[in-house]
């Protein structure tokens, strides 16, 4: 058994030794001990596909009376009260070009709209332990409607709205019984249509699929709403184009769940979104430790490839979507879900959605609780946004085929790179003490290796101030990372690399290496 595991060794590495090898270098990475790694990419074809917007963020409806283990940590950044004058944010939307919002979450299903033929008095949420999600009902004026409409045409977002899926039911045992009342829905869509507000999607109700998070609904029950849903679309964007998404169900992945709504919602649905708090609850003290751990954040794979799975067997052309992830549940938990130390969850969680074809990733959350991209008092970009925003800009649609030969500490994902030539390699070290020299071998390039005068490498090394895990600050390249007075986000500039050396990844760092004098069969 030896000598054929020493043989196997062997064979590898002479087929590595034919592949073209590209190296990069880096600006940091200086720590302990050093070890050597290769990257193989395969450039044959692409695995996965996501769409140009891929990153996402939420907005939700929690008041500031909301609180998780005795810390509230919502402030003013519920829908119905975010300052939506402040340039940061305004800012911080815009440099996406688009950033998709959901706007949704635990409280949806508990609101009503202010249209004019709602019979209700609209009355803000009031805070009643006796209540499901302790909560009482709330109202979304239409005067307010209109402000966050007017908000996000200003910096160019793309709104996935959820609609509250319990109008009309009656819950029983923890059962939502009934069908959807949609009079009240039809109405805020048939005003946000009359005042040509754009609305990327429509999502029915949050968390409501197989045990549900307060109440559940029957996936036979679903697939009728949604398709009642799916009318009231179509008529009330008759002779628009394109007319909006229609999405559900906005829960946790259950497959028999998941099999039998996709099953009878046939056509209705365009996307399929779930949820993802993979951590556990944010009051747990281990959660670094989790994130840390390349076999803890390998189980997400499951959910992943269970769907996957589901809708290629499936008869229909239905999307996957995460529509919502925090991480740790119950909002997060401070100098963990909104510093550093987050984005190896993060990132890892973007590159592997991706690879399982994922169209859209939406992070709980924009602003709010303690897993907010920005800060929720301040609204100052937390590490997580830069990361975000890297992803945005560098890595392009087609998901390429990754290996890494090596330690287990280090996590790599590839795509073609986003808006020019060549691919972009992201690369996490997990390891606290030991810095890799990554080699890149490529399958299927077509061109030469070290031509005359061919372009350097980009690189943008992410890093915390003296490897502080739950530092709020991040460093590009070894520059703190920050808005200016004008609440601009800063730019986000690249070294420019010797294409001979390999990629230093430091200690605890993060790394994307865009590659442009690469040409492979996947990216074109």
Request: charged share 15%.
């Amino acid at each position: 058994m030896g000598c054929q595991i020493r043989l196997l060794g062997l064979c590898l590495w002479m087929y590595l030794a034919n592949l073209s090898f590209i190296g990069v270098g880096a600006v940091n990475g200086r720590g302990g001990a050093a070890v050597k790694g290769i990257v193989l990419v395969h450039g044959k074809y692409a695995i996965g596909r996501i769409d140009n917007d891929f990153v996402c963020a939420t907005l939700d409806w929690w008041p500031p009376q909301k609180c998780d283990y005795g810390k509230c940590s919502w402030g003013h950044a519920s829908l119905l009260n975010l300052d939506l004058n402040n340039k940061i944010l305004l800012n911080a939307v815009k440099a996406f070009s688009p950033l998709k919002i959901r706007l949704g979450g635990t409280l949806q299903d508990k609101v009503i709209y202010g249209t004019e033929d709602n019979r209700q008095r609209c009355a803000p949420f009031v805070w009643n332990d006796k209540e499901m999600f302790g909560f009482t009902q709330g109202c979304l004026p239409m005067y307010r409607w209109d402000e966050l409409n007017s908000f996000f045409q200003k910096a160019g977002a793309k709104v996935i709205f959820g609609l509250n899926a319990l109008a009309g039911k009656s819950i029983k045992s923890g059962f939502a019984v009934g069908p959807w009342n949609c009079t009240n829905a039809e109405s805020l869509i048939r005003y946000t249509v009359r005042k040509k507000y754009t609305i990327h999607g429509w999502e029915l109700g949050n968390e409501l699929c197989g045990n549900g998070i307060g109440a559940s609904v029957t996936a036979d029950q679903y697939a009728s709403d949604v398709a009642a849903l799916r009318n009231i679309v179509q008529n009330a964007y008759r002779g628009i184009e394109p007319k909006p998404l229609v999405i559900a169900p906005g829960g946790f992945f259950d497959s028999d769940w998941f099999k039998e709504f996709i099953s009878k919602s046939g056509k209705t649905a365009d996307v399929v979104t779930h949820h993802i708090y993979n951590l556990g609850p944010g009051v747990d003290d281990h959660l670094t430790e989790k994130i840390l751990d390349p076999s803890y954040l390998d189980g997400e794979a499951n959910t992943f490839s269970s769907l996957k799975s589901i809708l290629q067997s499936s008869a229909t052309s239905v999307k996957s979507w995460v529509g919502e992830a925090g991480g740790a549940y119950n909002s997060g938990h401070h100098l963990v879900s909104d510093a550093f130390v987050y984005s190896f969850w993060y990132l890892d969680q973007l590159g592997m959605s991706a690879v399982y074809n994922t169209k859209t990733y939406c992070r709980q959350s924009l602003i709010g609780g303690n897993y907010g991209l920005l800060n929720t008092i301040t609204f100052m970009p937390n590490p997580d946004y830069y990361s975000a925003l890297l992803w945005h800009r560098l890595m392009g649609g087609r998901v390429l085929s990754t290996t890494f030969y090596g330690t287990k500490k280090i996590r790599t994902y590839a795509h073609c790179a986003k808006g020019s030539k060549g691919i972009t390699i992201l690369l996490l070290n997990l390891d606290n003490s030991t810095t890799v020299q990554v080699k890149v071998a490529l399958k299927f390039n077509k061109l030469p290796y070290r031509r005359v005068g061919e372009p350097a490498r980009r690189e943008y090394h992410l890093t915390a101030p003296d490897r502080n895990l739950h530092s709020q600050v991040m460093l590009l390249n070894g520059k703190i990372l920050t808005v200016n007075s004008a609440g601009e986000i800063p730019p986000l500039e690249p070294v420019y690399v010797d294409s001979s050396k390999p990629i230093i990844v430091g200690p605890l760092s993060i790394v994307f290496a865009h590659i442009p004098n690469v040409l492979l069969s996947a990216c074109t």
